[in-house]
């Protein structure tokens, strides 16, 4: 008497992460496809850190270190701001990309689908990060052409920063998707997202915050950009921390699970 043994099915994890792979592999083609609006939000960051430091850099190194820093100095000083600036940057073409899924009927089609239905968002946040490293390592690589070092810097200080990238990185995604997921459409998704380009600018980027009048330093010193910079710095350069570390992780936790909440809330919500 033979017995048959019922095939095993996949668990909900493995359905999930399957699922997820294949939407990563469609964010990836669709933005290798499409390619401009990566390259026009990463080109800000490129232009801005060359302007500041082939036009503004002799005037700008001259706020730092009591007018004694040179345009070397400045370089490393206003790089670590841009590797942020370059995050903020790519991750609105996340929001953009998001909304358009969401007008263009293609969610409709997913939610009929026997898909794990978080796995649509994931596979927009798993791509997004991967772009925003690409673009960071770009940047960094036009960055040292031009004259950045980093010879303070041990390995487990490269990792850590390294770290801190993806942290602010995954951070910054999932805000872009919620952003994203409550726009009516691709402009407004751009719209709603340029503070992840704003905050940068009213950072530590580009000069100290102690340089900036009085009543201005308390919202430039804890917005989420300029605990992140500074620690980035300190880690590179071999500055002072202090407290900004614990800083940027608390923001990396709170953006990350605020994202999180918004997004899924905004995406299991009934369409209209």
Known sequence: MSTTTPAAHPSRVLLAVRDSSTMLRRNLLHARRYPSLTLNLLLTPVMLLLLFVYVFGDVMSAGLADGRADRSEYIAYLVPGLLLMTIGSTTIGTAVSVSTDMTEGIIARFRTM??????????????????????????????????????????????????????FTLALTWIAVGMGLVSPNAEAASNNA???????????????????????????????????????????????????GWLALAWCLALTTLGCFWSKAAFQRDPE
Not at 142 to 166: K, M, P
Not at 204 to 232: C, H, K, N
């Open 114 to 167: 026997n898909i794990h239905r978080g796995s649509v968002i994931v596979g927009h946040v798993v791509g997004s990060v991967v772009q925003s490293v690409m673009s960071v390592v770009l940047v960094g690589g036009v960055a040292v052409a031009i004259g950045f070092r980093s010879t303070h810097a041990t390995a487990l200080e490269w990792l850590a920063a390294l770290g801190l990238l993806i942290l």
């Open 194 to 244: 340029m503070p992840l380009i704003f905050l940068p600018l009213i950072s530590s980027t580009f000069v100290p915050v102690d340089a900036m009048p009085g009543w201005f330093q308390p919202i430039a010193r804890y917005q989420p950009f300029t605990p992140a910079i500074e620690t980035l710095r300190g880690l590179l350069l071999g500055t002072r921390i202090g407290h900004n």
